[in-house]
């Protein structure tokens, strides 16, 4: 079995490594920890600078924590991350590239208009999501 732990580096992130790590030690599972960072190259205009050859630089540093996390727990995982245009469409063409079982994504921090406007990676990903799962780790609720 595997699994892909779709990271995003919002403050929810380190709950969905946490249950894509249960998972694959319930399962026996290998363990994907990827996220995709944004190509800026065309966001704004007269942008001169690649950025995203250094941010993604800085995620691979900032995954290689999660890397650790999952060896300390006896998870065979690697790490991937990708320059992406559109996250969703680079998070099912890997899981289907990878034959993956189980995507484990959260719940995004887009709410009202911008989720309107912008639409959501998870709700992409769920809705054409077609030879694997995925798991929604909801952000905790405010009372």
């Given amino acids: ?3 892909l732990a779709a990271l995003d580096f919002s ?3 380190q709950a969905v490594l946490d249950a894509a790590l249960e998972t694959a030690k319930w399962k ?3 363990c ?3 996220t995709a960072v944004q190509d800026l190259r065309n966001a704004y205009e007269g942008v001169t600078v690649d950025i995203g050859d250094r941010l993604k630089a800085e ?3 900032r995954l290689e924590s999660a890397l650790q996390t999952a060896k300390a ?3 065979n995982a690697r790490v991937l991350v990708e320059i992406a245009v559109s996250s969703a469409d680079k ?3 890997l899981a289907e590239k990878e034959g993956v079982d189980l995507v484990v994504m959260g719940s995004g921090a887009k709410s009202g208009l911008d989720r309107f406007l912008i639409g959501s990676v998870t709700s992409a990903v769920v809705s054409h999501a ?3 799962s995925v798991l929604v780790v909801r952000q905790a609720c405010k009372g």
Avoid: R, T
């Fill in 1 to 3: 079995m595997k699994i």
């Fill in 11 to 13: 403050i929810h992130a």
């Fill in 28 to 30: 026996n599972a290998e």
């Fill in 32 to 34: 994907i920890i990827y």
């Fill in 59 to 61: 995620a691979e540093k």
């Fill in 73 to 75: 727990q006896g998870v």
């Fill in 91 to 93: 998070i099912i063409g």
């Fill in 130 to 132: 077609k030879c694997f």
